[in-house]
């Protein structure tokens, strides 16, 4: 898939966000969307998106949204970090196929980190159970501010 393929509304975040697919929600208003990445690369992985945006890339989302996109990652980062006390974290934002992006739905991930625990690869990583996802994104939720 190239940068500039056009916004396909059958990817699979469209599809969360229509109700199609299920998702564990951390939190969302009515711009943005943060969920647990269901194949995680460390606990409490955390992708966010933009609800309003039909941007595949970081080329093509609009000022207005990215900001709020932008703030969410930082409300959520700061969240994880509360709730789940990291060593530090990741934020990760893949462009094309060439740049290693697998959904054509503009996204950030959040990658909690710990020293000495290395991180799975992406696209490597196992499937998590719902429930073991459902309990993290309860915890980083309790701790929004
Ligand atoms: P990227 O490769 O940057 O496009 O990231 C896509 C991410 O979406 C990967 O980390 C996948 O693990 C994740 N992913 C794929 N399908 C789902 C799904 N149904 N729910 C949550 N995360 C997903």
Redo the contacts with the bound molecule.
């Keep these: 898939m190239s940068l500039r393929q056009p916004y396909d509304p059958d990817n ?2 469209a599809k ?1 966000l229509c109700g199609v ?1 299920p ?2 929600t951390v939190w969302e208003d009515d711009d943005v969307l943060a ?7 460390s606990e409490g ?1 955390v ?1 966010v998106i933009s609800k309003t945006s039909r941007a595949t890339s970081l080329l093509d989302i609009e000022p207005e949204a990215l900001k709020r996109v932008a703030a969410a990652v930082q409300r959520t980062a700061r969240a994880v970090d509360k709730a789940l006390r990291p060593d530090g974290f990741q934020i ?3 462009n094309g196929e060439a740049g ?5 739905h503009l ?1 950030f ?1 959040i990658v909690p980190r710990w020293a000495g625990r290395p991180m799975k690869g ?2 490597h ?1 196992p499937m998590a159970e719902a429930a073991a996802l459902r309990d993290i994104a309860d915890r980083i939720a309790a701790a929004l501010d």
Excluded: E, K, N, R
Excluded at 35 to 41: A, E, L, R, S
């Design positions: 699979i975040f969360i697919i998702s564990v969920f647990m990445d269901v194949f995680p690369q992985h992708l990760l934002q893949y290693g992006q697998t959904v054509f996204h991930h992406h696209g990583a």
